[in-house]
Structures are given as C-alpha cells and as structure tokens.
C-alpha cells in the first residue's frame, strides 16, 4: 500500500469510529460504558484505598497490634502532641510559601513565554519542561551539590566574599531546603495552566489599559489577573495540594525537618502502629479537601464581582 | 508651536525611522498634524502606517528621530503618560468589565470622583448614541456597538490626540458608511485632533482633512483629499487612490508644450516639462468620454479605440476600450442622451488636456 492509500484507509476507519463512537456516546449506556474504565481506575485505587486508611484510622492501636474497635485516639494524639501540631503547621507553611515563590516566578516566565513568543518562548516552555524528564531522586541530588556546606552556591558566596565559612547559610537538611527543592519540582504546574490561558489574552487589552492610562502594576492586577484568574487559580490550587502531599523531596532535602507525608511514611514503615499513620493521612486529606473548598468559594465570589 | 498659517500643531513627527532588525518599517517620516485637524495615514499593509501610529501611542520606540505632542518631545515618555485616546481595530474592549467599568478605566486612572466618572460615563455614552448602555456586557454588543464602546472609551478620557487604527475595519460596509458620518461629525464637534489609519481609500477620502499616502515606509504625499486624488505627486499615489489609466507613450517636450505620442496620435499633457526620470502620464476613468466614432474636438484630447466590454453600473456605464497599446477604462454618466456603445464598437475618447496628468515615477 502506498502511503497516501495507508492513509486515505486510516482516514476512513477514523472516520467510521469517531461516528460509532459518537453515537455510542449518546444513548444512556454508552455514556457510563465509556467513563466505566476511568471510574473503575479511580475506584480501585484511590477510592477503597482511602476507606480502608479512615477505617484503619478509627481502630485502637495497642502492644503493638491492631485491635478491633473504634477510637478518636489517633487524632486526639496528632492534634494534641506539639510535635505532631508543629509539622502539620509546617507542611502548610511549606505549601503556602512554595505556591507563592511558584506565582512570582511562573507568572512571569508565562507572560514571557507567551507574549516573547518564538525562539525566546519556545527556551522557557522547554527550560521549565525539562526537569520534569529527569527523575525527582536524581534532581534531589542536583540540589545536594548546589546547596550543601560547601556547595556551589555558598563557594561562590565565599568565594566573592559575601559570606564567610563561619556564616554560610543553611541551605540543606532543613526548610529552606525543602522550599527550594518543591519551588523547583512544581513550577511547570503553576506555569502551564497560565500559558495556557494567558495564550487568549489578546495583547492589545494591554495596550489599550497603558493607553488609558495604566502603569504596568495596574495592568497586572486589573487585566491580567482577572483575564488569567481560570489558569492562575488551577496553578495554585495544583501547586499548593501537590506540595502538601509531597515526599520524595522533603524527605531528600529536609533532613532531620520532617513534613507530614514523610511522618506518616516513617509511622507506617518503622512502626506497626498502622491506625496512627492513617489518622495522619486522613488529616492531610481533609486539609487538601477544606483548601479546595474554600478555595472554590472564595473563586466563585470573585468571579460575581468581575463578571469572569 | 505655530504652523505657517498660525494654526497650533498637535503632532509633530520629525526624521522618525522605526527599523526591526534590517527592515526599515517606517523610514525618516516627517510631517506636522494642525490642532483639531484629522489627518489620514492611508497605504497598503506593509507601508508602515499603522507602526507611524503605534509610535505616537508609545507601543514602539523610534529608531531614530522625534515625536512631539502639543510642543512637547514624548519620545522617550512611557504609554501610560501620554495624553492619547486610542481606538483599536478589534476594539479591545475589557472582556471582565461593563460597558462603564471599560469607559470608567481611564477615568480612574486620571483620579476623578465617583460622581464626576458616573456623569463623565452618561455623557460619552450619550455622544455616541448608546445610553443606558452602562451596564452591558461589551461581548454582548454587536460589532458597530462594540465600536461606539471602543471610541466613547477614547474621548472620555478627553486627550490631546486621538489615535484610530483601523477603527472600522471589522464592520460591514452598510455600517462603515455610517459611522465614518458619525465619528467625523463627533470629531469635529469635539475639536479633537485625530490620526486615522487605514488601507481604505474611500474612508481616507471622506473623513479627512489631509491624508498622507504611505508606501513601504515612506510618505509618497501629504495633502487635502481633493489634491492627492486630483494632483497625486507620485505613480504611486494615482495608482492606489481611485481608478486611473496609465497610458503608455512616447513623452517629449514640442514647442513648450508637453506631448505624449501614443500610435502617432499626440495627447497634450497637462505638466510644465518632462522631469529627468520620467514620469506617468494618466487620465481618471471619469474624466474621459466615449463619443461616436469620427468625433473631432481640436479643443480637448481625442484617441480612437474599440470598446471590448461594457457594464452597466446604474449611475454610470464603464467601458473597457482598447486604444492599441493597452485598455482604459472610461466611465460615463447615465444621463438621459448619453449614447450607448456595445462591445466590438469604434469610439472616440475625448477628455480635458486638464484632465491628462503627470505622476512622477
């Protein structure tokens, strides 16, 4: 077969299944019939999952074994233990910060990408895609040799004279260290979903915004904000519930600084105490769910005031 | 700063070049906009008109040369300071904003009280013919309505120049035709100098005061819409504004008279000499009539020729007429005793030495 007849042939078979499919689509079975698989995906790995960690979660923990039963124990404890309080607020706190660094620099690399365009914005779409190709344990290690002691960034400091080996600062084994590493990992989500949406942005609403008048700050916060609000906010959201459930990276770059999923990682592995491990996961999980939530609300109000 | 004729100057543009990379977009450009006055930028696309615009706005930096508003050098003043109202060609309403938040922007951003913007919105709102527009959503409105947005948006913010890119580009000419009535009466009532680019000659012809002819960068010709149709400076300009037959000859100087020689027949040219590099010799469509085959008229030109085609128009019949070395077309009036010719049909041409102009190459 030559090629043009490979593929007027491939052109027709597509076709004839795009229009089975369409018909399929449209009767009451076929609509379920083809959300089945995912459903069944996300059921049995995800869904049955989680009911067994919050049923776990509610089972009394004691020498050394799961007892039958129900309890509030495990929460009481992760909730009451400074400990346990101080990484849960620690996780948020890394969350909030990695999800604001992420912002200023993704928005920026987004409006580059997009309004420099050609070679300039093909380079950042690339440079911000590439780590994504290369393992998180691998890129962890990058971040050893740049941050530690006697790394490339504080020889350089030393070695230009801004910092002295005495006062060198702490970059690894500890929260900066752990915000530099997740800023890295999640800054293709929060640039993505704003190329996305900044790409049907016309320019010239800029344009006519400094024309009336506007600096750049303003057209930033009374344009460009509210036009990109659906990408922005999807970035955001990515971002923030993605680093809260981080492991491999706090576990790598945090040291002896833990954050919750690796808390609960330690308790399930090093421990039998299974119950406890769940309560902290379900924790984690509720805090994702009341962040989306409010966040949806407070999304939605926005929205009646600028009429997005 | 005072022009010739004591009128101010609004607009000064002096030696200004605009190049990307090796391409020179717009090259040593020079020319001065009167106060109140509507100067057109008429060219193809590629000429570099809408670049002139942009710099004036500040959305592109001059490579060389200057920009003056009011007496005052803005080259270098940022978008945001400059007293411009612009008016786009897709009109760049804000999508997430009324029809009177998109009105109110400018306002704000020059620092007016609530009550004063409300008022200000009502009254451009008014001078437009959309009131009670106010809390519309732009993306509901129809093209010419986005329009009036766009330009109420412009003048409310009162500025010194207003900057038209275009502006009816995207509407239907039945609408075109409208607002070109409507948006040079506004212009004129308010006063407001104003720079207007387009690539539609019609448009250029029945807005302006002057319209200035641009090609691949350069100003061809600046002059009041009467002279650049019936005096074009350049080739150029009579070919692109309106239809025009070039005839081909031989140009030379007899007895101080300037005389085309087409196929043995001499055609007075309406010039003072041959320039050195020569020149176009063309004459209007309208300006030439069709006569019965044998006219003679020593007072005026006459060529003999055969009509090829003919279209009846209704207000007027156009023939193709073959005159050997190439076809014009000659436009008649329908007026009642106008004789119809048909196609295959000897004639005479006759037209105005006036009429018979000189286009330097």
């Known amino acids: 077969m030559t090629r043009q007849q490979s593929e007027t042939t491939f052109g027709r078979v597509n076709e004839r299944l795009s229009g089975v499919l369409r018909k399929y689509r449209d009767t009451r079975i076929g609509k379920y019939a083809l959300i089945g698989p995912t459903l069944l995906v996300v059921a049995v790995l995800m869904i049955f999952p989680t009911i067994i960690l919050l049923s776990y979660s509610f089972n009394p923990y004691d020498q050394g074994a799961i007892q039958a039963g129900s309890t509030l124990a495990h929460y009481v404890r992760a909730f009451t233990t400074t400990l346990y309080q101080d990484t849960l607020v620690r996780t948020i706190k890394i969350a909030v910060i990695v999800t604001i660094i992420d912002f200023v620099l993704g928005f920026p690399l987004a409006y580059a990408a997009v309004r420099k365009g050609g070679w300039m914005g093909k380079l950042i779409v690339i440079a911000t895609l590439a780590p994504l190709t290369i393992d998180l344990v691998v890129r962890s290690f990058g971040w050893f040799i740049l941050l530690n002691g006697t790394g490339v960034i504080n020889s350089t400091l030393m070695e230009l004279g801004l910092v002295t080996r005495g006062n060198a600062p702490q970059l690894l084994f500890n929260e900066t260290g752990i915000i530099i590493g997740l800023s890295h990992v999640m800054l293709p989500f ?19 915004a400094q024309n009336l008048g506007a600096n750049r700050l303003t057209v930033f916060t009374r344009i460009l904000v509210p036009l990109a609000l659906p990408g922005i906010s999807a970035g955001i959201l990515i971002t923030f519930v993605v680093s809260l459930a981080s492991y491999v990276t706090p576990a790598l770059l945090g040291g002896g600084v833990r954050v919750i999923p690796v808390v609960i990682t330690e308790t399930f592995t090093s421990t039998s105490n299974w119950p406890f491990a769940s309560a902290l996961s379900m924790i984690l999980v509720g805090v994702a769910l009341l962040v989306i939530i409010a966040y949806q609300r407070v999304l939605k109000e926005m929205e009646g005031v600028g009429g997005v | 700063m005072d022009s010739a004729d004591g009128a101010e100057i609004a607009i000064q543009y002096d030696g200004v070049t605009k190049e990307y990379g090796d391409l020179k977009a717009v090259n040593d450009v020079s020319f001065d906009v009167k106060d109140g006055e509507l100067l057109a930028l008429l060219g193809p696309s590629g000429s570099g008109k809408t670049t002139t615009l942009r710099m004036l706005a500040g959305f592109e930096k001059p490579t060389e040369g200057t920009i003056s508003l009011a007496g005052d050098d803005v080259t270098h003043v940022p978008t945001h ?112 100098t104003t720079l207007y680019v387009t690539h539609n000659q019609e448009e250029a ?59 043995g027949t001499e055609v007075d040219v309406n010039a003072a000499g041959v320039p050195a590099n020569g020149g176009a010799v063309f004459v209007r469509p309208e300006k030439m009539n069709a006569r019965e085959a044998g006219y003679t008229d020593e007072s005026v030109n006459t060529l003999p020729g055969t009509v090829t085609r003919r279209l009846f128009l209704g207000s007027k019949v156009r023939y193709f007429v073959d005159i050997g070395r190439n076809v014009v077309t000659v436009d008649d009036s329908n007026k009642h005793g106008t004789t119809l010719h048909e196609p295959g049909d000897d004639v005479v041409l006759s037209w105005s030495v006036h009429d018979t102009r000189l286009a330097h190459g």
């Open chain 1, 190 to 208: 929060m640039v993505f979903p704003i190329i996305n949406v900044m790409h049907t942005i016309p320019h010239d609403l800029e344009e006519a």
């Open chain 2, 81 to 192: 300071k400059r007293d411009t109202g612009m008016v786009f060609q897709d009109y760049a309403l804000f999508p997430h904003m009324t029809v009177g938040e998109n009105i109110s922007f400018g306002l704000k951003r020059q620092g007016f009280e609530k009550g004063e913007i409300q008022e200000r919105i009502d009254e451009v709102l008014d001078m437009v013919d959309l009131q009670g527009f106010a809390d519309r959503n732009p993306r509901n409105l129809s093209g010419g309505q986005q329009q009036r947005v766009a330009t109420a948006r412009a003048i409310a913010i009162e500025p010194e120049v207003m900057l038209m890119d275009e502006p009816l580009g995207a509407l239907d000419k039945k609408l075109r035709d409208q607002l070109e009535v409507e948006l040079t009466e506004l212009q004129a009532d308010l006063g407001i």
């Open chain 2, 205 to 263: 012809l029945t807005i302006a005061d002057r319209i200035a002819v641009m090609n691949e960068g350069e100003i061809e010709q600046i002059a009041s819409p009467i002279e650049v149709y019936e005096e074009p400076a350049t080739e150029f300009v009579a070919d692109f504004i309106g239809d025009t037959n070039f005839l081909e000859g031989d140009l030379h100087e007899t007895d101080g008279r300037v005389v085309l020689d087409i196929e």
